[in-house]
Structure formats: structure tokens, C-alpha cells
């Protein structure tokens, strides 16, 4: 199961799982918290540095497969955009 799979990955990076929704899961790293939100096969991350991350689950020892990675447009039903002030 692809879901199970990213949730270990994501947890031996150190994030855990939400008390309140078990597929978003955070961590603190360097006074900043960081998110990971799923839903089967789709990814939202919010953090400081999300290329990076997305580098961390493409190379070994994770091998993922990821497509469609970038600024968040449409996620789960919802759009989303910037303002000018972001």
C-alpha cells in the first residue's frame, strides 16, 4: 500500500502523525515547524524548503516516483493562489 509506505518514510524522517488527522504529520526543525499532509497518493507540504524534501523521498533510500510536484494550484477539491503580498 502506497500510503502506508509514505507514512513510514515520512515518519522515520521525523515527522509525526497529527492527533487530530492522522495524515498530517509535522515536525520541528530549527524553530520552524514543517507539514506533510496526504491523501492516498497526493502530497501537500508546507515548509520552508519543499524541493529539498521532495529530493530527500525521490533518492535512496525511498526511490519514489513523483509527478505533478511544484506551487500548490488544486489540491483535494480546493483551488489555491497567492495575493500580491504572497
Known amino acids: 500500500q502506497f500510503g502506508e509506505l509514505l ?3 515520512i515518519k ?3 515527522f509525526k502523525p497529527s492527533k487530530a488527522e492522522s495524515e ?10 514543517e ?4 491523501y492516498v497518493n497526493d ?3 508546507v515548509m520552508k524548503d519543499p524541493v529539498a524534501f521532495l529530493k530527500v523521498l525521490q533518492s535512496a533510500p525511498y ?3 513523483l509527478k505533478g510536484s511544484g506551487p500548490l494550484e488544486f ?3 480546493c483551488g489555491f493562489g497567492n495575493d ?3
Do not use: P
Request: proline share 0%; glycine share 12%; aromatic share 16%.
Open 7 to 9: 507514512a513510514a518514510c
Open 12 to 14: 522515520e524522517l521525523g
Open 24 to 33: 498530517i504529520f509535522y515536525r520541528e526543525k530549527n524553530g520552524i515547524y
Open 35 to 38: 507539514y506533510v499532509a496526504t
Open 43 to 45: 502530497l501537500c507540504l
Open 63 to 65: 526511490n519514489f516516483k
Open 75 to 77: 489540491h483535494l477539491g
Open 84 to 86: 500580491e503580498d504572497g
